[in-house]
């Protein structure tokens, strides 16, 4: 039996845009000759619906894509993901099997996650046992996403009480078939690959997993679905963080030469999610070009680099908006930067509009140099941006990174203004390793951005390494704390000094309130600011 899969990139929502893309794919299965295609978890849909899923209409509608699915399976058989509502009014994540213009049979999932970014259980009912999906005499053991993952001693999530991978060998089955929509963070695919070899290894069966690529919101997809073979090794691998089409006979798995599997991680795997998430972020949401305040650093940098690769030069703008405090160098770094990277370019100097801060707050009208006329040039800039997006349909990208959004050292409504927080995940020892990795086929990133002290520049002499811990420590302790979800004592033990731990925690604490107005940023960590990870700001627990 000859297997397709594709791998697409579903918009959320988009019924009639995914079956579209269901649809053309069943076709293009049918002309390679093969007998089923395989599609990813809530392809019809996209994921994840959230909320959407409790509309009536929005369900009606995932049953016409269905029904318009059914109708192309002359001569082919497809294996979909979507939510099925069943006869007792629950509602299902479920795998879909049609064959012959019919439903010849459907797996509900059976393991429904609630950490991280998952919330399943607040719209789905867990499945039963189900038995294996029968096509062609091939028993075929079909699981959705987490129904995979309950092994022990690989993943490091607590034991589910059910097995559904265990069930259906226990009845006999010649291929798992996994639907997946599990979104990228470092070092994911290495996990995925450990859950499945082990799997298969265990049982004694092939494994084909079949994973969406495409950014959602904050969570961004990356593909890279695979085939193991009985032994748990990958046969055959897809591209990442790209759409991919491949067939393969069930009768060669076995006989295929075995590939060294070496999962894309680091900066490279970081910046191809942050250059996928944000191109779909602007195609889904409808915005065609974005805007970047460049103010000389590093973080803007990036962000324009990023942005230049995912939606083309002349969709950029930068702007810079100088102030007093602003060395001539930053302005004239930022003036290279633009012409290096062939996007539009404008400078609009906010002094005059600080100026009438000075003049109405302060008697003597002169500067005080306190943190409300920090902030005020800060939230000048963001005006400026949303004025321009507002009369010129840019999208803001804001720039701040992981490091600055943990302890606060960002602005409300100044530096975090935007639509998209390009960098919200990526702590600031990893922008300098994707600068690195942007200047690698030429310098791209003129060096004295690279090498300059970070500063916000809204005083004389002003460097971040006056309010912060130097940030290697500082990026230590955020990840033992925010990820790793350590305790002070346990980071103290890491060798980090107590003072500055305590320091740091009580800053990432007491900035809960700033994160809560961020705009979403695009999700590249274990654990992410927003929906994963959900703590109070009215609150006052000391760890």
């Known amino acids: 039996m000859r297997i397709a899969v594709a791998q697409i990139n579903p918009t959320v929502g988009d019924i009639n845009g995914n079956t579209d893309l269901i649809v053309s794919a069943t076709g293009r299965a049918r002309e390679a000759a093969a007998d089923l295609v395989v599609f990813p978890e809530l392809a019809v849909c996209g994921y994840p619906p959230k909320d959407l899923l409790c509309r009536a209409d929005f369900l009606d509608a995932v049953e016409a894509g269905l029904d318009r699915i059914r109708a192309a399976t002359t001569e082919i058989a497809v294996l979909v993901g979507a939510p099925v509502r069943g006869d007792d009014g629950g509602l299902f994540n479920a795998a879909v099997l049609l064959r012959d213009r019919r439903v010849a049979g459907r797996v509900a999932k059976t393991l429904l996650p609630e950490y991280d970014v998952f919330d399943e259980r607040r719209y789905f009912a867990p499945g039963a046992a189900q038995p294996p999906l029968t096509l062609r005499d091939l028993r075929l053991g079909v699981t959705v996403c987490e129904d995979i993952w309950n092994i022990g001693g690989v993943t490091g999530i607590p034991p589910y009480p059910v097995d559904p991978v265990k069930e259906l060998a226990d009845r006999g089955v010649d291929l798992f078939i996994n639907l997946s929509a599990s979104p990228y963070h470092l070092r994911?695919?290495?996990?995925?690959?450990?859950?499945?070899?082990?799997?298969?290894?265990?049982?004694?069966?092939?494994?084909?997993?079949?994973?969406?690529?495409?950014?959602?919101?904050?969570?961004?997809?990356?593909?890279?679905?695979?085939?193991?073979?009985?032994?748990?090794?990958?046969?055959?691998?897809?591209?990442?963080?790209?759409?991919?089409?491949?067939?393969?006979?069930?009768?060669?798995?076995?006989?295929l030469p075995v590939l060294e599997a070496k999962p894309e991680e680091g900066p490279s795997s970081v910046y191809r999610a942050l250059v996928l998430g944000l191109a779909d972020y602007l195609?889904?949401?409808?915005?065609?070009?974005?805007?970047?305040?460049?103010?000389?650093?590093?973080?803007?940098?990036?962000?324009?680099?990023?942005?230049?690769?995912?939606?083309?030069?002349?969709?950029?703008?930068?702007?810079?908006?100088?102030?007093?405090?602003?060395?001539?160098?930053?302005?004239?770094?930022?003036?290279?930067?633009?012409?290096?990277?062939?996007?539009?370019?404008?400078?609009?100097?906010?002094?005059?509009?600080?100026?009438?801060?000075?003049?109405?707050?302060?008697?003597?009208?002169?500067?005080?140099?306190?943190?409300?006329?920090?902030n005020i040039q800060a939230r000048l800039r963001g005006m400026i941006l949303m004025f321009i997006s507002n009369r010129e349909g840019y999208l803001v990208l804001s720039t701040g990174n992981k490091s600055e959004m943990a302890v606060g050292y960002t602005t409300l409504y100044g530096d975090m203004a935007g639509g998209l927080a390009v960098l919200a995940?990526?702590?600031?020892?990893?922008?300098?390793?994707?600068?690195?990795?942007?200047?690698?086929?030429?310098?791209?990133?003129?060096?004295?951005?690279?090498?300059?002290?970070?500063?916000?520049?809204?005083?004389?002499?002003?460097?971040?390494?006056?309010?912060?811990?130097?940030?290697?420590?500082?990026?230590?302790?955020?990840?033992?704390?925010?990820?790793?979800?350590?305790?002070?004592?346990?980071?103290?033990?890491?060798?980090?000094?107590?003072?500055?731990?305590?320091?740091?925690?009580?800053?990432?604490?007491?900035?809960?309130?700033?994160?809560r107005q961020a705009p979403p940023g695009l999700k590249v960590t274990s654990k992410a600011f927003g929906p994963g990870r959900r703590f109070p700001i009215a609150q006052r627990w000391t760890p």
Not at 191 to 207: D, F
Not at 227 to 250: A, H, K, N
Not at 300 to 309: D, I, P, Q
């Open 188 to 255: 994911k695919q290495r996990q995925r690959l450990e859950v499945v070899g082990a799997v298969a290894a265990r049982y004694s069966r092939p494994v084909l997993y079949v994973n969406q690529i495409g950014g959602n919101d904050d969570l961004v997809f990356d593909g890279a679905s695979f085939l193991t073979d009985s032994r748990g090794r990958v046969v055959l691998q897809g591209l990442s963080f790209e759409t991919d089409f491949w067939v393969f006979s069930f009768h060669d798995i076995n006989t």
């Open 283 to 374: 195609r889904k949401t409808g915005f065609r070009k974005a805007v970047v305040g460049l103010s000389g650093g590093i973080d803007s940098a990036v962000t324009a680099a990023l942005a230049v690769a995912a939606l083309g030069a002349e969709n950029v703008l930068g702007v810079s908006m100088p102030s007093r405090y602003s060395s001539r160098s930053s302005l004239e770094d930022a003036r290279e930067l633009a012409r290096r990277l062939g996007i539009e370019f404008r400078v609009l100097p906010i002094d005059v509009h600080f100026q009438s801060f000075l003049d109405q707050f302060n008697p003597d009208g002169r500067p005080r140099l306190d943190v409300a006329e920090e």
């Open 425 to 515: 995940d990526v702590p600031k020892t990893m922008v300098y390793e994707l600068a690195a990795l942007v200047n690698r086929e030429g310098e791209v990133i003129p060096p004295s951005i690279i090498r300059k002290a970070p500063s916000a520049e809204l005083r004389p002499g002003q460097v971040d390494q006056d309010s912060l811990p130097p940030y290697p420590v500082l990026d230590g302790i955020l990840k033992a704390y925010i990820e790793e979800g350590c305790s002070v004592s346990q980071i103290v033990k890491q060798g980090y000094a107590e003072p500055v731990v305590r320091r740091v925690v009580a800053m990432v604490d007491r900035a809960e309130y700033k994160r």
